[in-house]
């Protein structure tokens, strides 16, 4: 009994960390809260600094395998997807409201000719109040690494609010950065980003970030020491939450069965 009940706990423990799609919610603060997005659409524009390119003046190319590269951004949200006339409901965004995109520290290299993110950086969220022109941040998304395609990207990684105790902008708006972000679909009984983050007997929430480059191929412009180039991207957002497995659950059931014919043999 004592073997059989410790596969099951293996087993239980092994299928724990799923994930399952979630619809996001936003609670904006005075304007309400907004239907159940699929995705955020998402415009930024991108800095790369590269190091270690092969130059011919000024224009430089990444010199495969060798180089690496820095990059940082900004941009906007400009929808809450499904959008059109019977899209989700946005609860003023983008009239009241408005979320900007801060992204800095990303880093990476080449391989098989592609470039690739490490795990490294940070995207982060702000809150813009119309009224007032406050800004307010409201989550962080660490970047756990990405795959670049021609002219097409996909990163992720975890929603982390390990900055929010240091915050020095908390209350600027009428939202909250605990509450902001709700997931449409409970990870242990919660469905706030935050209290999901703040919940240590479970995964974090994770995203993808899916985008296309507007000039692929543009060169950058510098020196074999550090040479830049600026580039429109554009893409989606969708964000996972973790959920117990449909084995995990039986798994654990099982254990539950096994404690009592234990009891009952005792």
Known sequence: MKTFTKLLCTAAVASVGTFANANVIINSGTTGTTGA???LQVNLQATSTLAGGTCSGTECQPTIPTSTFTEAGTGVVTSLLPGGQNG???S???STWFLNVVYTGLTGGYTMGFPNFNAAGYVDLFYVEQSTGNTEQMARLLVGGGQVEP????MSGIVDYSWYANATDQGNTAADATTFFESSVASNGFTNFYDIWADTTTANVTWDFDFSIATPNAPYNGDTTSATRTTDLNGQIAFNVPEPSS???LGLGLLGLAGAARR???
Do not use: H
């Open 88 to 90: 989700v409901f946005n």
């Open 37 to 39: 997005a699929t995705e």
């Open 264 to 266: 009952r043999k005792s």
């Open 151 to 154: 002219a097409n990207v996909n």
């Open 247 to 249: 084995i995990a659950i």
């Open 92 to 94: 003023g965004f983008n």
